[in-house]
């Protein structure tokens, strides 16, 4: 393989940047995290798509290139395998699979990928298009595009197969980077983290139309020891969502909007547990979503929720800024019956929450036989935006407890006074430690 010494350079000064980035960024996460990644040790072994039969022009299928590509990378360590710019590259869906690959191998996407509309490639439907899994040191870098189509499933006539496909996602791998990319108009949730430890995503763009549906940006599920930051994402659902057997999460300075805010749960969907801990999220600003900050659990679940601190957010023209669900129900409203068993929610804390709001500042909606403890607010200052001429509502909370620690705009006066300890939240079975 021969490249100019031109190109050469600009790639040595590229793998040397992505380096400084890794080592740099980790110390920004929180002292609790406890996975510590190794150094990752680059060498120069580049494995380019067009080199293995790639087209890149948009039309012809590049999929057997890019297996080619990866096999050869997954062989040695710390390689790279690279996605040139100036390419459109149409992808079936893939695998790029471990656990036989040689760690820290680097995807460097600058070219841009496009899902395929037809539905032959998607058989009777997958859970995934692009995915990474079983993996030791996996970085995707670049300022290439990942592109779903979306589109054609969300103006689909029963042309395309009912299961919609996540664009981008990693399963059971560890010391994952996501970083520079763009991912768009995925047909359903755009990067999702499944059983994943020492996860590192910023600088990256997500976007969708805000009609889209089920369009989340990032979805964390079973993933501990993760980083997000420095993300714009617009999209048709939660721009992130946290979901059971996450712990160690550390959310900052991210721009959400359009799309549904940030999110953990929904939890406890079909009366399963959930457990999700030690969640920060700071230095975010939402504008024209639907909610701000939320958690939201279902009926009939157990677990907990514990240990949240959202603080530093900034809300433009957001529907409630600041919401607890204990009833959510997403299906038919007649599947949503009353239940006594619940997913416990405590200790949560709210802190420096200010903007606009255009239906109500605050909901907390708690379990009737579990109810939410813990809470704690200071410095809200919510406003009802000036355009809108149509009665607004108050804050509401139901079987709330907390504290208001310093004066609130508006006036908070629903929430009741700390009184339950934690036993009752062991006494239901709800403990997600031993």
């Not at 255009?358 to 000036?386: Q, R, W």
Request: aromatic share 10%; net charge positive; proline share 5%.
């Amino acid at each position: 393989m021969k490249m100019s010494r031109s190109n050469l350079k600009g790639l040595t000064l590229a793998l040397l940047i992505g380096l400084f980035v890794w080592s740099s960024s980790f110390e920004n996460c929180s002292s609790s995290q406890s996975y510590i990644p190794q150094p990752i040790h680059w060498n120069y072994a580049i494995f380019n798509v067009l080199e293995y039969g790639a087209k890149g022009n948009g039309y012809a299928d590049d999929t057997k290139a890019f297996e080619a590509a990866w096999a050869a990378a997954c062989k040695v360590e710390g390689s790279t395998m690279v996605v040139p710019y100036g390419f459109v590259f149409l992808v079936k869906p893939i695998t790029f699979s471990g656990p036989n690959c040689q760690p820290n191998i680097q995807f460097q996407l600058d070219g841009k990928i496009i899902a395929p509309t037809s539905s032959q490639p998607w058989g009777s439907g997958l859970l995934q298009w692009l995915q990474f899994k079983n993996l030791k040191g996996i970085t995707i870098l670049g300022k290439g595009v990942i592109d779903g189509q979306g589109s054609a499933w969300w103006n689909d006539y029963g042309r395309m197969p009912s299961t919609k496909p996540t664009a981008l996602r990693f399963y059971g791998s560890k010391a994952v980077t996501v970083s520079g990319i763009t991912i768009q108009n995925s047909a359903r949730t755009h990067l999702k983290f499944d059983n994943c430890i020492g996860v590192q995503v910023f600088d990256i763009r997500i976007s969708a139309p805000a009609d889209s549906p089920n369009t989340d940006g990032i979805h964390l599920q079973n993933s501990q020891d993760v980083t997000i930051y420095r993300a714009n994402l617009a999209c048709g659902d939660d721009c992130i969502s946290i979901q059971t057997g996450c712990s160690n999460i550390y959310i900052h300075n991210i721009n959400c909007g359009p799309g549904h805010g940030i999110s953990i749960g929904a939890l406890g969907a079909g009366k399963t547990k959930a457990c999700v801990s030690n969640i920060i999220v700071r230095d975010v600003t939402l504008h024209n979503t639907l909610t701000g900050v939320r958690i939201k659990t279902w009926q009939g679940g157990y677990g907990s929720v514990q240990g949240i601190t959202f603080s530093n957010i900034q809300v433009y023209e957001v529907e409630i800024p600041i919401m607890i669900d204990q009833f959510y129900c997403a299906s038919d409203k007649s599947e949503c019956r009353n239940d006594t068993s619940a997913v416990a929610v405590s200790g949560i804390n709210y802190v420096n929450i200010w903007g606009t709001y255009t239906v109500k500042p605050l909901h907390f909606a708690c379990s009737n036989s579990l109810p939410c403890t813990g809470l704690s607010l200071a410095n809200i200052e919510l406003t009802p935006l000036p355009s809108f001429n149509f009665e607004l509502c108050g804050s509401f909370c139901w079987k709330a407890y907390g504290t208001l620690r310093t004066r609130t705009v508006p006036p908070i006066d629903c929430l009741m006074p700390s009184k339950l300890s934690s036993t009752k939240v062991q006494s239901y079975g709800n403990s997600c430690w031993v």
